[in-house]
């Protein structure tokens, strides 16, 4: 039966919120009454196929290892009662029928209990000398030293690993009994998906959510399989669903979960088996279906990527856990303070994936981009952190909880950037990566004033800047007495040429930042705080132009690629930002200034080993050529302090 709480709202398409753990809750029950097996079956296979696999019942060893006492050493076997008194001064001599020579594995030979090892030994002649008594048992590994005949081995319910088979292939076992791997099926819908690899028109999209689904599915030990794209006709979604099922343990349905008019997952779901759960209080992955369809678990997951990937994690591992009978996986955690303020709706878990960097001996979390088709989002994750459903957000700064998705180690070795946006930055973190791969650049953008507030507040080692002073003409220098407490150090990047990116043959005829205000020109800003807009909002005072008079001004994006992503989509007619951007999509560039962006550092992170790989980056002729190959940059000065 459908969970009590999870009923229609009047109006509303949606069954009402239902937190995640009572979803889980609902969808246990409603699996249990349209009769889903709660377990797998068990199998026997050869031993040499059960890595990864889990155990169906208790592993019993069959014989002793090792079976026989054996030589722990190379050397000579002997009886320890004729060493007795043995020293440097008064060696003790052994014939050769008192002694037997052994090398490591080799069973003891009949009455003899310790083993000399082999450079402990001096011969003269046959003549064994020896000039240190030893113990009974000395390097002598007993029967059964490791594991005896009738001992458990292993319990019902343990994932197998590469020791445990081996473990269980010397106490005697060949073959093992273990629950067979889940088969999850994998079911994209959609008039506008496409498969990979196949030309997409306006408004389409590649299949990405049916690669990774089948590829977290794998990671979780399950047989993956993906089904043809269904379009968004519920009779034909209806008929792959129920032949699906026939051959799966979980099917997934990618898309349709939502309450679009197009969106038939839920009803198909009712309709043809039992549904648990339409709606869980998850950021994002909100319009999640749970339920079941002759038999088999159904889950109906949105198709946005990071909803997608969210929605597995949540709802389809702990399902496989437990039909594998394993315990669910538990990823390490550790406390992390806050890079910047982060606001969270309330009546909502909201997931959210950071960055992560150790800065001044404590952990740092910078969230990434939330939205719930920023798929990069996924691939940049260090971690990840739950703002529960009671809280409207954390502080900069605040003490948060993070489950780690990279080692300590990685994370320890990561160089923490806040600031501007620039590609420099981008194609350093490739290189440093490329040089050593447990080195990691992490750069996020909240623009340059952002950034040195980051770095005053010890939450990056370094801040990118190309801050503008309007009453000076320089730029960021002017900031850091003003903004920072500490002694810090400035380190140039680059010159780099900033101006109106612009689409292809400059259809407007933009000359420079005055034509911003003719009429028909849409223009696409840069957020409050970032280098970029302190330019715009300079160049328009110079030129008494009223921020109001610019179509688009308020409309703001975080870095020079999303303001030419605009562009180029037809979004806007102009932005401000650096030609590397504009070439990077095709676009024209009509320049308006050159200017210096540079690295601040807190001093005594300087002459840091974290620093090091990076400024001999910079001073590399190589790094600094492919620089000057993404257009628009001088890198004379790449590398030199200034401050």
């Known amino acids: 039966m459908p969970f009590p709480g999870a009923v229609p709202i009047p109006g509303s398409p949606f069954i009402r919120d239902v937190p995640a753990a009572r979803a889980l809750d609902a969808w246990r029950d409603a699996r249990e009454a349209a009769g889903c097996p709660a377990r797998l079956p068990a199998i026997r296979v050869p031993v040499e196929e059960a890595a990864g696999l889990v155990t169906a019942g208790p592993v019993w060893a069959v014989r002793s290892s090792p079976p026989f006492d054996a030589a722990g050493m190379d050397g000579i076997a002997v009886r320890a009662a004729d060493t007795l008194g043995a020293s440097e001064t008064t060696p003790v001599r052994l014939p050769p029928d008192a002694y037997d020579v052994v090398d490591t594995g080799d069973p003891m030979p009949g009455g003899r209990d310790a083993v000399v090892m082999r450079e402990h030994v001096h011969y003269a002649g046959e003549t064994a000398e020896i000039r240190a008594a030893v113990p009974p048992y000395q390097h002598v590994r007993s029967i059964g030293e490791d594991v005896s005949a009738g001992e458990l081995l292993l319990p019902e319910g343990h994932r197998l690993r590469a020791a445990d088979v081996a473990a269980a292939a010397a106490a005697g076992a060949t073959h093992l009994l273990v629950r067979r791997r889940p088969v999850v099926t994998i079911l994209p819908t959609g008039d506008e998906v496409r498969p990979i690899g196949a030309q997409t028109g306006e408004g389409e999209i590649t299949d990405t959510n049916s690669l990774m689904l089948a590829t977290q599915a794998r990671e979780a030990g399950c047989e993956a399989h993906c089904l043809p794209i269904e379009p968004d006709d519920p009779d034909r979604i209806a008929a792959a669903v129920k032949a699906a099922v026939t051959g799966c343990d979980l099917l997934i349905i990618v898309a349709g979960s939502s309450a679009g008019r197009d969106d038939y997952t839920a009803r198909i779901v009712a309709e043809h088996g039992t549904l648990a759960v339409h709606g869980v209080a998850v950021r994002p ?359």
């Not at 501007?420 to 080195?439: F, G, K, N, Q, T």
């Not at 002694?487 to 911003?516: E, F, I, K, T």
Request: proline share 7%; net charge negative.
């Open 285 to 643: 992955g909100h319009p999640v279906v749970l339920g079941a369809v002759g038999g088999t678990p159904v889950l109906g997951a949105p198709g946005y990527p990071v909803s997608a990937a969210l929605t597995f994690d949540i709802f389809a591992e702990p399902l496989l856990a437990e039909l594998m009978g394993a315990p669910p996986r538990r990823r390490p955690r550790a406390a992390a303070r806050l890079a910047r303020k982060l606001a969270s709706p309330l009546g909502l878990d909201d997931w959210v994936r950071v960055r992560l960097g150790v800065v001044g001996g404590a952990m740092v979390a910078t969230p990434l981009p939330r939205g719930a088709g920023v798929l990069t989002s996924l691939v940049r994750a260090d971690g990840l952190l739950v703002v529960p459903a009671g809280l409207e957000g954390h502080h900069a700064g605040e003490e948060v909880d993070i489950e780690l998705l990279r080692g300590v180690d990685e994370i320890a070795r990561t160089i923490v950037a806040i600031g501007s946006h620039d590609l420099i930055l981008d194609l350093a973190a490739s290189a440093l990566r490329a040089e050593d791969p447990m080195v990691t650049l992490a750069s996020s953008n909240v623009g340059s004033l952002g950034g040195l507030v980051a770095l005053r507040d010890g939450l990056c080692h370094l801040a990118g800047s190309h801050l503008l002073d309007p009453a000076t003409g320089e730029y960021t220098l002017p900031y850091l007495d003003r903004i920072l407490e500490a002694d810090v150090c400035v380190v140039r990047l680059a010159h780099r040429d900033q101006g109106l990116m612009v689409a292809p043959g400059n259809p407007l005829a933009l000359a420079g930042v005055a034509d911003l205000g003719r009429p028909g020109v849409r223009y696409v800003n840069r957020q409050r705080g970032a280098g970029t807009r302190v330019l715009l909002d300079y160049q328009l005072g110079r030129l008494g132009i009223s921020p109001g008079a610019i179509d688009g001004y308020p409309r703001e994006e975080p870095t020079h690629l999303a303001v030419a992503a605009a562009v180029a989509a037809g979004r806007a007619d102009a932005g401000l930002g650096i030609m590397a951007a504009a070439r990077a999509f095709g676009l024209d560039f009509v320049p308006v200034t050159q200017e210096p962006y540079d690295l601040v550092v807190a001093a005594g992170a300087m002459d840091s080993p974290l620093l090091a790989p990076l400024w001999a980056l910079l001073r590399s002729d190589r790094f600094q050529a492919s620089v000057t190959e993404l257009g628009g940059y001088s890198t004379k000065e790449m590398g030199r302090r200034i401050r």
